[in-house]
Structures are given as C-alpha cells and as structure tokens.
C-alpha cells in the first residue's frame, strides 16, 4: 500500500503508542531515498515521542576483511555485511536497560566507525534503515520477526540508474568510471533488493 510520509508519521505513531519500543524497517534499493525518508521521518516523530536510528551500513564488512574474502569489488552485495552483529544488536534493544552504542558507516573515509552513535532505553521508536531488511533470503530474512512495522521505498530502476551514477561523479569519478561502478554492484544490488524484498506494509516514494 503506497503512503505519504505525513500518514505514515500518524501511522507508526498511533500503532507505536501503546507499546514500550516500536521497530520501523525502511528498505529498499540503494540510492531509493532511505537515508533522506529516514531522516525526514526521524524529526517528525521526534515531535511526539523519542526515536533512535540503526543503519545497515553500519555493519558493513572492514574492507580489509572483504579483500581477504576477494569481495571488495562487491561491497554493499548482500554478503558484505555482519547480518549476525546487526541481528544481536537489534535483539538486544528489544530488552535494552542500559545505554547502547551502535556503528556508523563513514562514507568519506569509506569504513565503520564502532560506537558512533547511542541509544538509549527510553527512546520510543527505533528506525531500522538498509537495503536488505525485507530480503527473503538467509540469512536476511531472520530479521523480520523484529519490526513492527515495515516500508519498502520503490523507484524505477532508471532512476535509480541516474542517482547511482551522480553518486559516483560526485566522489570524484569520470563519467565513464561512474557507469561502470553503477552497473557492475549498485546497480545488481539494487536488482537484488527488488526481487527478493518481501510485501511490505506500505511502500513510499521519495
């Protein structure tokens, strides 16, 4: 079911109220607007209640790890991440007491920073953000069971394609070496996370 970002504030507010934490998962397709709904998202609520954010990205493999694991040329593929690590941190915070650092993805240093960012017990809403959250496949799907509430952010892989190459130009790339980052991970991943996400209960468009 498609949805605004204003009804699906009243949404997550009104099914979040009576229960002590509330779990959103916003996924899909990178370069879809994740980071920019989650944001938006997250100081709406934040009007009402008190929200905490864990990013995916946060959880990606060391990039020395993947060269040993010779998957450097695919980072952000679907087997690039610590799923396990975001799996016992998301649990963790469904009987959180005390106060609970979570990892960051530096996008300019290109790296995960340990403890970047903290959430605390009385925080209301957590915003769980990354393209894989919906994916039916292992070991991905394990996650479901922990949200409450899901949102798949859908665009047409076209403009995915002109966002994903615009992403590469601005880091420096030509337009050449641009299209050939796009097309040989961003865009396979973003492939991926198309087929394999399962219905959310609503979808949203940037």
Not at 193 to 199: A, D, E, G
Request: some cysteine.
């Amino acid at each position: 079911m498609s949805i605004s970002i204003e009804n699906l504030t009243n949404c997550i507010l009104g099914q979040a109220k009576d229960k002590q934490r509330f779990f959103v998962a916003i996924a899909g397709p990178p370069a879809a607007g994740k980071t920019t709904i989650c944001s938006e998202l997250e100081n709406r609520l934040a009007l009402e209640t008190s929200v905490a954010v864990v990013a995916m990205d946060g959880f990606h493999y060391d990039n020395r790890i993947l060269n040993d694991l010779n998957r450097f040329h695919r980072k952000g593929a679907p087997d690039t991440f610590d799923v396990t690590g975001l799996q016992l941190l998301l649990q963790g915070l469904t009987q959180q007491t005390n106060p609970v650092a979570a990892p960051v993805f530096d996008r300019q240093q290109d790296l995960s920073r340990s403890s970047a960012r903290m959430i605390h017990p009385e925080d209301h809403i957590i915003l769980v953000e990354g393209n894989y959250l919906l994916c039916d496949t292992a070991p991905w799907k394990e996650l479901h069971v922990l949200f409450d509430l899901t949102v798949l952010m859908k665009e047409p892989i076209s403009l995915l394609e002109e966002r994903l190459v615009q992403r590469w130009l601005d880091h420096d790339h030509t337009q050449e070496q641009a299209k050939q980052r796009a097309h040989s991970n961003d865009l396979p991943n973003a492939e991926y996370v198309l087929k394999h996400s399962v219905r959310a209960d609503y979808e949203l468009s940037s």
